[in-house]
C-alpha cells in the first residue's frame, strides 16, 4: 500500500560538517519514497518548487538520485525544476545536480554544469597547498575535505563522452 509522504516531516538531516564529508538522511524515510516511484514524483515536485531547505533539498535531490538508480519513469522530465538550482553556491546542492545531471544526460544541463565548474574555479578560496577550501552558501559556510568540481567535472567528461557518440536517446514521460 502506498503511503502518504509528509514534505514537512522533520526528517533530522545532518548536512556535512568537521570531519565527515557525506549527508546523513533518515534511510527509512529514503527508502521508503524510493519504493513508490512514479507516485511520488509530485511530492519531490513540490518540495523542489518551494523549499528553501538546503537540508530539505539535498534529501529531495538523493531522493531523485536514488529514484534514477530504481528505474523511475519521469525524471528527465523534471530538468525544469531541477534547474531552478542550477546557479546555488551551496557545494551539497552542486555535488547531488551533478550526478543527477550525469545520469539524466537532458541536453539543457550540459551549459549550467560548465557555468558552475568555472564559477567555482573563479572563487577565491582558503585553499592553501592541498587545505580543504571552505564555501559560502546562503545558508551557511561549509568547510569540505570534498571538492564539488569533481562531481561537477566528472558529469561534464561523461555528457562528453556520451554525446560524442550520438545523442543519447532520453525518456521524458512518467
Known amino acids: 500500500m502506498i503511503q502518504p509522504i509528509s514534505i514537512t516531516q522533520n526528517t533530522n538531516i545532518q548536512l556535512p ?3 565527515r564529508n557525506y549527508t546523513l538522511f533518515d534511510q527509512n524515510r529514503v527508502n521508503s519514497i524510493v519504493a513508490q ?4 514524483l509530485p511530492y519531490l515536485k513540490q518540495v523542489l518548487a518551494t523549499s528553501q531547505d538546503e537540508g530539505q533539498i539535498v534529501e529531495s535531490l538523493y531522493i531523485v ?20 538550482f542550477n546557479d546555488t553556491q551551496s557545494p551539497n546542492v552542486q555535488s547531488f545536480l551533478a550526478g543527477i545531471y550525469r545520469k539524466t544526460q537532458v541536453p539543457d544541463a550540459f551549459g549550467p554544469l560548465v557555468k558552475m ?20 552558501s546562503p545558508v551557511t559556510t561549509h568547510t569540505l575535505a570534498f571538492d564539488p568540481n569533481e562531481e561537477i567535472g566528472g ?16 525518456d521524458y514521460t512518467a
Open 17 to 19: 560538517s568537521g570531519n
Open 37 to 40: 516511484k512514479e507516485l511520488a
Open 65 to 84: 538520485d536514488r529514484m534514477i538508480d530504481n528505474n523511475t519513469k519521469g525524471i528527465p522530465a523534471m530538468y525544469p525544476l531541477l534547474a531552478r
Open 155 to 170: 558529469a561534464i567528461l561523461e555528457y562528453i563522452s556520451n554525446y560524442s557518440k550520438g545523442k543519447p536517446k532520453i
Open 117 to 136: 565548474l568555472v564559477q567555482n574555479s573563479m572563487k577565491k578560496s582558503d585553499v592553501v597547498g592541498l587545505e580543504n577550501p571552505t564555501y559560502a
